[in-house]
C-alpha cells in the first residue's frame, strides 16, 4: 500500500496500538512527538519522527492525516490552567495542523480527527446519537471548538472524520490502569449514586473505526465511537467486580467526588447514553460489543 500518513498522538495510548496496525498493513508513518525518535520507535515501531509541526510547512505532503493529540482529560483537577492546558493540546494544535496542511503541496485525502462523547455534555438517560442537541458546558465547547478546527480543511476538499470517543477500555493502560489495582483489593465501589452512563468502547475497535474512517471513502462527518451498549456507573462496577472475583462495597459518594475533585468531577458523575448509530447503520462489527467480553480481554 504504503500510503503516507501523518499522526499527532501516535504515543498514547490508542495511538501506539494504531501505529502497530497501520504498520503491518503497509503504511508508512511519520509520528509528530516530543519524546526522542528512540523512544518513539520503542512504542511505535519503524516509524519517522518529527519533534516540531511548524517544520511541515510547505511540505510535499501526506495521503492521510491521523490527529488524536490531547493531553489526558482526568489527568489533573481542572483549575482555569489546566482547562487552558487541555484547549490548546487539542483545538489550538488542530487549528496549527489545518494551517500547517493548507501550506502542502499535496493535499490530504482525508483527515480523521479525534474528539470525544464528551461533545454532548451531560445527557442523563437520553439515548444519544450523532444528532443529539449537545448541552452546553465545558467538554461541549471544547470539542466542538477541536472539531470545528479540523472542518477547516473541508473547503479545501479534504474528507474530514471526527472521532467522538467515549471512554477507553484496554490492557495495561487507560482509565482502567487506575481502577483495577483498588477494586483487585476489594475497595471497588460505584461513583455516587451510579446512575451515570459510561460510554465504554475497546481499544482494538478504536483502531479499528479509526482504520474504517481512514480507508473508507464515503465516510465523513462525526461519528460516536463507542460500544453498542453502553452501560450505567453502577453496572460497570459490578461487572468489573465480577470479571476480577472482588466485591464493590464501597461506593464514593459525589460529595467526596465534588471536594477531592472540583468541576472534574462531573467526568465521573455525570456522563452520556451514547449509541453509534452511523457506525452500526454503515455495517461497522465490533469485536467487543459486551463489556464482559472486553473487560475481559482486558485484565488478563
Not at 125 to 142: C, G, I, K, S
Not at 177 to 187: D, E, I, Q, S
Not at 268 to 287: C, H, K, M, N, V
Request: charged share 20%.
Amino acid at each position: 500500500m504504503n500510503k503516507r500518513v501523518l499522526i499527532t498522538g501516535g504515543t498514547g495510548f490508542i495511538g501506539g496500538a494504531l501505529c502497530g496496525t497501520l504498520l503491518d498493513r503497509g503504511y508508512g508513518l511519520t509520528i509528530l512527538s516530543r519524546q526522542s525518535a528512540d523512544a518513539v520507535r520503542a512504542l511505535c515501531g519503524q516509524v519517522e519522527v518529527i519533534n516540531n509541526l511548524e517544520s511541515l510547512r510547505g511540505h510535499a505532503g501526506f495521503d492521510a492525516v491521523i490527529n488524536l493529540a490531547g493531553e489526558g482529560i482526568a489527568d489533573k483537577r481542572w483549575t482555569a490552567e489546566r482547562q487552558q492546558a487541555l484547549i490548546n493540546s487539542r483545538v489550538v494544535l488542530t487549528h496549527t495542523l489545518a494551517e500547517v496542511i493548507k501550506s502542502w503541496k499535496q493535499k490530504p485525502d482525508v483527515i480523521v480527527s479525534g474528539s470525544a462523547v464528551g461533545f454532548y455534555g451531560d445527557q442523563g438517560e437520553l439515548r444519544v446519537t450523532e444528532n443529539t442537541a449537545p448541552n452546553d458546558e465545558f467538554t461541549h465547547q471544547m470539542c466542538r471548538d477541536w472539531e470545528k478546527a479540523a472542518l477547516e480543511l473541508e473547503s479545501l476538499g479534504v474528507r474530514v472524520c471526527l472521532s467522538r470517543t467515549g471512554i477507553v477500555a484496554g490492557p495495561e493502560g487507560g482509565f482502567l490502569k487506575r481502577m483495577v489495582l483498588p477494586f483487585k483489593l476489594g475497595l471497588g465501589g460505584r461513583l455516587g449514586a451510579g446512575h451515570q452512563y459510561m460510554p465504554w468502547i475497546h481499544r482494538e475497535d478504536v483502531v479499528a473505526a479509526l482504520i474504517w474512517m481512514l480507508e473508507t471513502p464515503q465516510a465523513s462527518g462525526a461519528y460516536n465511537v463507542v460500544s453498542p451498549n453502553p452501560v450505567t456507573n453502577r453496572e460497570f462496577t459490578l461487572c468489573l467486580a465480577s470479571t476480577l472475583h472482588r466485591p464493590a462495597i464501597f461506593p464514593v459518594p459525589a460529595s467526596v467526588l465534588k471536594l477531592a475533585l472540583g468541576k472534574m468531577s462531573r467526568l465521573l458523575l455525570t456522563g452520556q447514553r451514547a449509541i453509534p448509530e452511523r457506525l452500526i447503520d454503515s455495517g461497522f462489527e465490533f469485536r467487543y460489543p459486551t463489556l464482559a467480553e472486553a473487560l475481559e480481554a482486558s485484565t488478563k
